[in-house]
């Protein structure tokens, strides 16, 4: 699928229209956030991390998928001080360059 615009008026770059429902529901999670590491901040990070993909001919899918959600547990981890493996399993089945399609598949039912 090609990228689209998205609609999601603060986000600057193109959205791939699976990756949408994702946006949404970290938007859910993390826009009230008070210690920094908000949606906000994690839409920055997706941003520049695709900048990053850009320039050095990376994925740029697999790129907006871990800057949007390298702090989506946060919240659990600071009140548990335990770290959430579920972040960790995500960004492993996103290097498996030979199925992309299975990642978006598991982002879909996120």
Wanted: glycine share 2%.
């Amino acid at each position: 699928m090609s990228p689209i615009k998205s609609n999601i008026p603060f986000i600057q770059i193109p959205l791939p229209e699976w990756f949408e429902p994702v946006v949404r529901t970290v938007w859910d999670k993390m826009k009230r956030d008070s210690t920094g590491h908000d949606f906000f901040h994690a839409v920055r990070v997706m941003e520049l991390a695709v900048e990053m993909s850009d320039e050095l001919a990376a994925d740029r899918e697999i790129a907006m998928t871990a800057g949007l959600l390298h702090d989506y547990y946060r919240e659990e981890e600071k009140e548990s001080g335990l770290l959430f493996m579920r972040n960790s399993c995500t960004v492993l089945v996103l290097t498996e360059p030979d199925d992309l399609n299975r990642s978006k598949r598991a982002f879909r039912s996120f």
